[in-house]
T-cell receptor, first 118, second 115 residues
């Protein structure tokens, strides 16, 4: 079974500082990995995804993530935080073997609330 | 382009009342459809998914039910709401099998408060 662990339910950084949100996965095969962002009272929006091409993936809003198989990690980073980055971030995994044809969708972590200090 | 509509955006219902949340997708055919519930600190919990009209799979025993009367319509229902049904409900769709690494697309969500 696949699973995702996001370390830290809340992360606080100063405006202009590095953002690092951690995600570790568990999967029997190298998975597909996703990062989503959720602003208050809105749906989830895809930031970026890893699908076994380049291990360093660039997404929207200046975010990027690196797939490290040896560490089973897919941490999300941004060099310089902006106030508008304050939101909830979710890491998700999909098994390429697509259990039940993939119909059961993505498996999500519990989310990390990113707080930006002025 | 594909769009997903979910309504209402907010809802306040008394305990014991019925519930109906609706979700429709435009611009795609034969999508997989999903209902998630989001509670504070608990992430996204998959409630139901559907691979076709009339085909519903339940992931968690609930006071809720789902139906898919049309290819691009997904409805979440309850006959009698409980206080514990309060939360943020999200509808999502994914392309049908065969596309490696396909992502999920989400609606704007419904904030349900049971009082």
């Amino acid at each position: 079974a696949q699973s995702v662990t996001q370390l830290g339910s809340h992360v606080s950084v100063s405006e202009g500082a590095l953002v690092l949100l951690r995600c570790n996965y568990s999967s029997s095969v190298p998975p597909y990995l996703f990062w989503y962002v959720q602003y208050p009272n809105q749906g989830l929006q895809l930031l970026l995804k890893y699908t076994s091409a380049a291990t360093l993936v660039k997404g929207i809003n200046g975010f990027e993530a690196e797939f490290k198989k040896s560490e089973t990690s897919f941490h999300l980073t941004k060099p310089s935080a902006h106030m508008s980055d304050a939101a909830e971030y979710f890491c998700a995994v999909s098994d390429p073997s697509r259990k039940r044809g993939g119909a059961d969708g993505l498996t999500f972590g519990k989310g990390t609330h990113l707080i930006i200090q002025p | 382009s594909q769009t997903i509509h979910q309504w209402p955006a907010t809802l306040v219902q008394p305990v014991g009342s019925p519930l109906s949340l609706e979700c429709t997708v435009e611009g795609t055919s034969n999508p997989n459809l999903y209902w998630y519930r989001q509670a504070a600190g608990r992430g996204l919990q998959l409630l139901f998914y559907s691979v076709g009209i009339g085909q519903i799979s339940s992931e968690v025993p609930q006071n809720l039910s789902a139906s898919r009367p049309q290819d691009r319509q997904f409805i979440l229902s309850s006959k009698k709401l409980l206080l514990s049904d309060s939360g943020f409900y999200l509808c999502a769709w994914m392309i049908r099998r065969g596309v490696p690494g396909a992502e999920a697309f989400f609606g704007q969500g419904t904030r349900l408060t049971v009082v």
